[in-house]
C-alpha cells in the first residue's frame, strides 16, 4: 500500500533555529504539495511542484521560507530562521498529476518555542 | 467571499441518521471536485472523488452541480466511526492547485 512518508514526524525547536522537514511522495506520482494547517487558518498551500518545477508558491511567506524538490523521490521545505507563529502541523501531499486526487503524508507537527 | 464554502457545522447525530453536507464554490472553470475526511491530529484522507452528475459508494453519495455551483455529500445509516471533519476540494483546473473548504465537523453520537 503506497503511502506519503513524512520525517520528522514531530520537531520542537528554538526560535530562530532553521527546521528542515522532509517529504517522499508516492512513487510515479508528479505533483507535490506542501500544506500548513493550523486551528485558525485550515489548510493552507504553501508550495506546489510538478515534475520537480515549482509551478506555485505564493502561500509561503518568502523572505524565511523554501521548498524544493532535488529529486523525484524527496520534497524538502524549509524554515529559516523559525518563528514561534511558524507552529503547526506541515503536511505534504502528493498526486498523479493536474486534476487527480491527492494523498496526504501524516504530516509534520512543529512546535517553535 | 472564499472560493469554496461549507456548511459550518458542527453536525450532531444519532447512530443511523443520515446526514447531508453542503459545498459552494465560486469559480465557474473548476474541473474536478473531492470529499475528504479528517480524523483529530491525523491527516485528510480521500473519501470520494466527485464527476460529472456524481457517485455513490456505499453508504456515501456525492452530487455535483455545476450550473449552481454545488456539490453535496451524503451519508447514510450514520456510524460512530463517520465522526470526522469532512473536507470539500475543489480543484480549479489548467494545471492549478486545490482549493480546500473549510471543513464541516461530524459527531456521530450513541
Known amino acids: 500500500d503506497a503511502r506519503v512518508t513524512q520525517t520528522p514526524r514531530h520537531k520542537v525547536t528554538e526560535m530562530g533555529q532553521e527546521v528542515t522537514m522532509r517529504c517522499q511522495p508516492i512513487l510515479g506520482h508528479n505533483t507535490v504539495f506542501w500544506y500548513r494547517q493550523t486551528m485558525m487558518q485550515g489548510l493552507e498551500l504553501l508550495a506546489y511542484f510538478r515534475n520537480r518545477a515549482p509551478l506555485d508558491d505564493s502561500g509561503m511567506p518568502k523572505d524565511r521560507f523554501s521548498a524544493e524538490m532535488p529529486d523525484a523521490t524527496l520534497a524538502t521545505l524549509k524554515i529559516q530562521p523559525s518563528e514561534p507563529r511558524d507552529s503547526a502541523v506541515y503536511f505534504c501531499?502528493?498526486?498523479?498529476?493536474?486534476?487527480?486526487?491527492?494523498?496526504f503524508g501524516p504530516g509534520t507537527r512543529l512546535t517553535v518555542t | 467571499r472564499k472560493e469554496v464554502e461549507q456548511d459550518p457545522g458542527p453536525f450532531n447525530v444519532p447512530e443511523g441518521a443520515t446526514v447531508a453536507f453542503n459545498c459552494t464554490y465560486s469559480n465557474s472553470a473548476s474541473q474536478s471536485f473531492f470529499w475528504y475526511r479528517q480524523d483529530c491530529r491525523k491527516e485528510p484522507k480521500l473519501l470520494m472523488s466527485?464527476?460529472?452528475s456524481g457517485n455513490e459508494d456505499g453508504r456515501f453519495t456525492a452530487q455535483l452541480n455545476r450550473a449552481s455551483q454545488y456539490i453535496s455529500l451524503l451519508i447514510r445509516d450514520s456510524k460512530l466511526s463517520d465522526s470526522a471533519t469532512y473536507l470539500c476540494v475543489v480543484n480549479r483546473g489548467n494545471g492549478q492547485n486545490f482549493v480546500f473548504g473549510p471543513g464541516t465537523r461530524l459527531s456521530v453520537l450513541p
Open positions: 466527485v464527476y460529472s
Open positions: 501531499a502528493s498526486g498523479r498529476g493536474a486534476g487527480y486526487e491527492q494523498y
